[in-house]
């Protein structure tokens, strides 16, 4: 090694605002506070987690004979549902309109 590379300083990458919280978008920060989401949970994620392991016998675990549909019964929701078409532009529709009204017009 030569004394120039002895010399010079190693260079550190650091994080910088390690300490500070992250703070949301302004428009997450009014929905959240429109909708009372904005405070910190009181339970952590990992007590939450502990809670619904233990939970009681109540709750329905898969495979459970209560969450079976019977083979007859459809849902309705799927059953109703039909994807909408995309409305046509006003300038399109217009434009559609008024070639309907030419005689003689060939596309």
Not at 1 to 23: G, H, I
Not at 36 to 59: C, E, Q, W
């Amino acid at each position: 090694m030569s004394q120039a590379e002895k010399v010079a300083p190693v260079r550190k990458t650091q994080l910088a605002y390690v300490d500070s919280a992250v703070k949301p978008p302004r428009s997450i920060i009014s929905k959240q506070a429109r909708y009372g989401t904005d405070r910190t949970p009181v339970v952590s994620p990992a007590a939450r987690v502990a809670a619904l392991k233990s939970a009681s016998s109540n709750v329905a675990k898969a495979g459970d004979n209560r969450l079976r549909v019977a083979p007859g019964v459809r849902d309705t929701a799927q059953a109703v549902f039909q994807p909408m078409k995309p409305k046509k532009a006003p300038m399109m529709t217009k434009v559609m309109n008024s070639i309907k009204g030419i005689k003689g017009f060939r596309r």
